[in-house]
């Protein structure tokens, strides 16, 4: 299962309304960085056949089978801090991370 804290949906929802189209967001990871994989995040218009789909605070989270098995327990958020802002990735299956913090490894 896959989450959204209450910010990151409202945050969404935001970008959603002002696209004016969006059945929800996709996310997955990607071999990448120097842990080994990356998170990817899109925008879904289409659901993929394949996509497996959770809810949060009324926002639609879709997710390849393959990528669950590294996000499985993942809750998304959005912070701000001082004029940095963003969505946070907070996954129990992290072992390690890069220093930069845009990769990860299981």
Do not use: W
């Amino acid at each position: 299962m896959i989450t959204l804290s209450e910010t990151a949906a409202n945050h969404v929802k935001k970008y959603l309304n002002s696209r004016g189209k969006g059945e929800g967001i996709r996310i997955g990871v990607r071999t990448s960085g120097c842990s080994g994989m990356a998170y990817t995040l899109e925008f879904v218009d289409t659901p993929l056949d394949e996509d497996l789909s959770f809810e949060s605070y009324g926002v639609k989270v879709f997710v390849d089978p393959k990528s669950l098995i590294y996000l499985d327990g993942t809750e998304l958020d959005f912070q701000k801090e001082g004029l940095q802002e963003g969505f946070k990735f907070i996954n129990p299956n992290v072992k390690n991370e890069c220093g930069c913090g845009e990769s990860f490894h299981v």
